[in-house]
């Protein structure tokens, strides 16, 4: 192997069979590329401050502060008290309202290790105290909070539109009705194993319960509303977006509920920063590596490699959801983005795919990835919530990432799903 393409990703798989984090291996896999070819220290920082030195890379700190002061205020209990008192005494009811919150708050923060960490606080004790089993509670969690990057505003569409010169809005536009189609599957599978396990429902409310929860919801219930509103009304960009739910999210928990005290807001830009910082660091190392692939021919190589596997675009996209369903499970959406993109964008090219719905449907692929082991950020998530093995939680998740690999199918041949509402909009 004498080819240096092929070493700069053996390099990548040695040192993450090491156990070497990932952020760090696709960086030092990339720092030995340009060390090798005597490229210099000032390509290096040139690399990585250019990876990051985006404006529309602003919006991802601010929308995972907004998705947690919004949680911490207590906005996703307000929610799931609400859809519990609408929905009633359906078969496995609560494990229904779990799915509901989880599209509906994925509309709030755009990540999904975050939404599984709010929504699961909650709703996880809540289920087990109703009798639900704790694998199947937590698994739910995990798989409904990977809808938060599908739907708007995405922290995954964000980058994908970086790296693409995408248009954000498009894409956030896109996202919305296959992140529906994503939670109507898994409600199959929930209702399902409810009934065959006789998980009973709850009561309907009254109508003064739902009056008076609807009044206590209003403030979650208009967030999505004032970002999306926002964007597509022209009134903010995407990354003002993120700053205008920020100070959204500090109005309603200091003058709205005014839950918000000086302990709670540093601990809530204390845990956003750090996982901003996971983020970005994510995006400066897979950068420095797609470059070094890029310059080295590998990207291209592999492109041809996947076009020349058919003819057919629809069974050359099977390929590329089979590769993506298995790097999801190796790698973090972020590196996937960027290791990947510069091979799949001669193939979009080649067979005149559309960016928009290619993006939802990596997307897609890379929300199934977050309850996939072994990487599985959000079964991680959940089961240190649950208190439970990755094992047990592993099990429970099959029949969800079934539902969510029957979902990706209806996404990926039914393209209109994804690009209707943007042409609708006129968003390109």
């Known amino acids: 192997m004498t080819d240096p393409s092929v070493w700069l990703f053996v390099t990548f798989l040695v040192l993450v069979g090491l156990g070497v984090p990932i952020a760090i291996a ?27 030195a985006k404006f529309q890379l602003l919006a991802i700190p ?9 949680d911490r205020v207590g906005i996703s209990q307000r929610l799931v008290h609400l859809v519990n008192l609408l929905i009633g005494p359906t078969t496995g009811g609560l494990a229904l309202v779990a799915v509901v919150v989880c599209v509906f708050f994925a509309g709030i923060s755009g990540s999904g290790p975050a939404d599984t960490a709010a929504l699961g606080t909650v709703l996880i004790p809540a289920m087990v105290a109703k009798g639900y089993d704790t694998g199947f509670a937590s698994a739910l969690i995990a798989s409904g909070g990977s809808i938060a990057i599908i739907i708007p505003p995405s922290i995954a569409f964000i980058i994908y539109g970086v790296i693409t010169t995408t248009s954000i809005p498009a894409l956030f536009a896109a996202g919305i009705f296959p992140g529906i189609v994503v939670g109507l599957a898994l409600m199959i599978p929930a209702y399902l194993i409810s009934r065959r396990r006789g998980y009973a429902g709850e009561r309907f409310g009254t109508a003064a319960e739902i009056w008076q929860a609807f009044k206590d919801s209003i403030w979650g219930l208009m967030a999505p509303l004032v970002i999306l509103g926002g964007i597509y009304g022209g009134i903010f960009t995407p990354t003002e977006a993120a700053v205008v739910a920020v100070f959204y999210g500090l109005f309603v928990g200091a003058v709205v509920h005014r839950n918000l005290t000086w302990t709670i807001l540093y601990s809530t830009l204390r845990d956003a920063a750090l996982s901003s910082a996971v983020v970005m660091v994510i995006v400066a190392f897979a950068g420095l590596f797609a470059w070094a692939g890029s310059t080295l021919g590998a990207m291209d190589k592999a492109a041809a490699f996947i076009i020349s596997l058919s003819g057919s675009p629809w069974v050359t996209i099977l390929w590329v959801n089979l590769l993506l369903f298995i790097a999801g499970m190796l790698l973090d959406a972020v ?39 072994p990487e599985a950020v959000n079964l991680y998530v959940a089961a240190n919530l649950a208190r439970i093995s990755l094992e047990a939680i592993s099990r429970a998740v099959v029949p969800f990432v079934l539902a969510m690999l029957g979902a990706l199918l209806v996404i990926t041949y039914l393209p209109f799903l994804s690009t209707w509402l943007p042409k609708l909009l006129r968003l390109y």
């Open 26 to 52: 696709v960086g030092v896999s990339g720092a030995v590329f340009l060390w090798y070819y005597q490229l210099g220290i000032q390509i290096l920082s040139a690399n990585i401050y250019g990876n990051i």
């Open 335 to 373: 590196s996937i983005y960027y290791v990947f993109l510069p091979i799949f964008l001669p193939v979009m090219a080649h067979f005149h795919w559309d960016p928009i719905w290619f993006g939802v449907v990596m997307t897609v692929n890379l929300a199934i990835g977050q309850v996939t082991p």
């Open 62 to 70: 601010f929308f995972i502060l907004a998705g947690l002061i919004l």
